[in-house]
C-alpha cells in the first residue's frame, strides 16, 4: 500500500509561483507513471499533470500547459509541480496519484494540498 502526503500549497497573488511536492511511502513508486490533480468548490476533480515513470515524459491539461512544469526524483519517491504565472482560476485542492497515462491508480490518495490565488 502506498501513501501520498502534498504539501507547499499556500496563498498566492496572481501572477506569482508555488512548488508542490508529493512525498510517497509504503512502496516504491519509482515504477509507476505520478500524477497531479486538482478539486474546485462545486466542482469535479481534475487532471493537471503527468510524468512516465522514468521522467522522459510529461503531459499537461491545456488550461496549464506553459505555466506548469511536472518532475520527479525516484531516489526521494516524490514527485514536483512548479507553477508559474498562477491565475485565481488555478485555485483548489491539489492532489497527487499513481497514473496510467491520465488516469489514477491503486486508488491512492493523499490529504491534498490547498492553492489559493488572490486576484
Known amino acids: 500500500q502506498v501513501q501520498l502526503v502534498e504539501s507547499g500549497g499556500g496563498l498566492v497573488q496572481a501572477g506569482g509561483s508555488l512548488r508542490l511536492s508529493c512525498a510517497a511511502s509504503g512502496r516504491t513508486v519509482s515504477w509507476y507513471g505520478m500524477g497531479w490533480f486538482r478539486q474546485a468548490p462545486g466542482n469535479e476533480r481534475e487532471f493537471v499533470a503527468a510524468i512516465t515513470w522514468s521522467g522522459d515524459n510529461t503531459d499537461y491539461a491545456d488550461s496549464v500547459k506553459g505555466r506548469f512544469a511536472i518532475s520527479r526524483d525516484n531516489a526521494k519517491n516524490t514527485v514536483y509541480l512548479q507553477m508559474n504565472s498562477l491565475k485565481p482560476e488555478d485555485t483548489a485542492v491539489y492532489y497527487c496519484?499513481?497514473?496510467?497515462?491520465?488516469?489514477?491508480?491503486?486508488?491512492?490518495w493523499g490529504q491534498g494540498t490547498q492553492v489559493t490565488v488572490s486576484s
Open positions: 496519484a499513481l497514473v496510467r497515462g491520465r488516469m489514477p491508480t491503486l486508488g491512492a
